[in-house]
């Protein structure tokens, strides 16, 4: 009997090594988008009738670390896309939320959100969009050089909160992680490519519960209360002959010039200058007021709408995954998302994808810009010979282009 429990203990050990998260990690939802990838998602008819729903495709990219490694990509400008995914329904109450993806923007992102929704009981994921209520948002947002940052939005009885400290995010056209943690003991962190860029209490850094004391608009400051620091000084009185002496005085370095002509100017005046024994009006001195109270503050009383809720940043049904967005320019491609109990879990899915082919793809997207940039040198030398055959065609050709960045920046100031 105890040969066979030393077995048993040798075996969970060994299991413990080789499966460190098996055992204590519950994955709610993981997605690399392989295989069968379609079986799990839903696309959403939101936006459809309106000829306004952009199409998905599953693609590596066109500069990828691996080429076999495939996620889902927005395809068409001006376009709003909504897909979703279910899981085992489950609660964050007592347990540590991860939730992580990966996104890469290829399009040189100008104006367009990158962020993930988790929802919350029951949806018609046919109509999943703008519209359904939504439990978490996190995600990169971008719409021009003042906006940028990473959204992490919790709602709460209907109201949606975002995180009151901004964490900004780098932009670029490669493969970023970002992983949002929020743990039983209301503490959270946010992590870009596994580096934590911000951290805190969700009580202090959202403002999911009205304050706990307000402003008490009926108090009012006491007549009697002297909040004048300094006052005049009544003893000091003002010298004698203070208030003859003028502000100007004729300058006694001035002398009336040889050739004055007397019928051109008329009689010549000595210039006035400002008196240097001159001090303004006479104001007595300031002295400390004995009666001085400090400044009044209006008093702070319990507001009596606060009413304090421990869990107020638990979702219990959580159930359901979305992607919904709106992009001016499409070729934002998302990949192994992940949502599960275990923050190193996450960490070393991370490693596991980023980690291993972030230089491989940089390598590739070099190679792509250059490529590019060969073509756009050749058709560059194209355009100034044809330049010199017609002249006319070029110009029809810059108004025509014209035309384009008109339509184009009229949208974007609709967003």
């Known amino acids: 009997m105890a040969a066979q429990k030393e077995v048993?203990?040798?075996?969970a050990v060994v299991l413990l090594v080789v499966f460190p998260f098996s055992l204590a990690t519950e994955v709610f939802f993981e997605e690399r988008f392989d295989d069968g990838w379609e079986d799990r998602w839903v696309i959403s008819e939101w936006k459809k009738s309106e000829n306004l729903s952009g199409e998905w495709n599953h693609t590596s990219g066109k500069w990828s670390g691996d080429p076999q490694n495939k996620g889902i990509q927005t395809t068409q400008d001006f376009k709003y896309y909504a897909i979703s995914a279910e899981f085992p329904e489950f609660s964050n109450k007592e347990r540590t939320l991860v939730l992580q993806f990966s996104v890469k923007h290829e399009q040189k992102l100008n104006c367009g959100g990158g962020y993930l929704k988790l929802i919350n009981g029951t949806i018609d994921?046919?109509?999943?969009?703008g519209d359904?209520?939504?439990?978490?948002?996190?995600?990169?947002?971008?719409?021009?050089e003042k906006r940028k940052r990473v959204h992490m939005i919790l709602s709460r009885n209907g109201q949606y909160h975002n995180v009151k400290r901004i964490v900004s995010f780098q932009l670029d056209q490669l493969t970023h992680v970002y992983t949002f943690i929020i743990r039983p003991d209301a503490s959270y962190s946010i992590l870009i490519d596994n580096e934590e860029k911000q951290s805190g209490s969700i009580f202090n850094d959202w403002d999911l519960l009205p304050p706990r004391n307000i402003v008490d608009l009926n108090a009012k400051k006491p007549e009697e209360w002297d909040d004048k620091e300094h006052i005049a000084d009544p003893?000091?009185?003002?010298?004698?002959?203070?208030?003859?002496?003028p502000a100007k005085i004729p300058d006694p370095s001035a002398k009336k010039p040889r050739n004055w002509n007397v019928e051109e100017k008329g009689e010549w005046k000595v210039p006035m200058v400002k008196n240097p024994e001159y001090k303004g009006t006479w104001k007595p001195r300031k002295i400390k007021n004995p009666n001085y109270k400090g400044k009044w503050v209006v008093p702070m009383i319990e507001n009596p709408e606060f009413e304090d809720d421990p869990y107020a940043y638990v979702y219990p049904n959580?159930?359901?995954?979305?992607?919904?967005l709106w992009q001016v320019r499409a070729g934002s491609l998302f990949d192994n998302i992940l949502i599960c109990d275990d923050a190193e879990y996450a960490r070393k899915v991370a490693d596991e994808t980023l980690g291993v082919y972030k230089e491989a793809e940089k390598t590739a997207f070099e190679k792509a810009q250059k490529i590019l940039q060969d073509e756009?040198?050749?058709l560059y030398g194209k355009r100034v010979e044809d330049e010199d055959d017609d002249e006319e065609l070029d110009v029809e050709e810059t108004d025509w282009e014209a035309k384009l960045r008109e339509e184009d920046e009229g949208k974007h100031d609709e967003l």
């Open 376 to 378: 756009e040198n050749k």
């Open 235 to 245: 003893e000091d009185k003002k010298p004698e002959g203070y208030d003859d002496i």
């Open 132 to 144: 359904t209520p939504y439990s978490i948002m996190f995600g990169p947002d971008v719409c021009g």
């Open 8 to 11: 048993f203990l040798l075996v």
């Open 125 to 129: 994921q046919q109509q999943f969009g």
């Open 318 to 324: 959580l159930r359901y995954v979305g992607i919904d």
